[in-house]
């Protein structure tokens, strides 16, 4: 009986250390402090389509990121989408005419918004809105307007009488004088 308990001991040691493993890796990943002291300063943009964006993704300027989204609700005034974004203090010398696009990392990767900076003399500051925006590029949208395109394609193929499989062709009209 004792080889057996010991088997017993080792897979309830192993099952508790996988659990004690995930739960660091979740805390890990919705920890959004942005620096050692919590300084943080918060921008708005408002998007027309967010695609797949949610609050906790990053914001990155030059691929390095600078903040969190931090929450997103619905203007009902404009039918926009309201972005409020968290941006580390130590990041405080982004132009104001600087732009905001929703971008996708890698081909089925999560969203993000990457700043670009603009060359204005004057900074973002608490509460400033980001003007210059870009929507999500969405890949179905894509998708439809190239499958409706071949349609019309084919339709207009169909439509102009080259029907495949037929040896008999209608007589030409003659040109009117």
Known sequence: MRPTRTVEFSTGLFVLLGFAALFFLVTQITN?????????????????????????????????????????????????????MRINSQFDRIPKDSDASIMTSGLLGGQYIGVTPGGAEEFLKQGDRIEFVQDAFVLENLINQLASTFLRRDQGSADSGTQGGTQDKAPAEEPKK
């Open 32 to 84: 959004r402090e942005l620096s050692a002291n919590g300084k943080s300063y918060e921008l708005v943009a408002m998007f027309e389509n967010i695609g797949s964006l949610k609050p906790g993704a990053a914001v990155s300027m030059a691929g390095v990121t600078v903040g969190r989204v931090e929450r997103i609700v619905y203007d009902q005034q404009v039918y926009k989408a309201v972005v409020r």
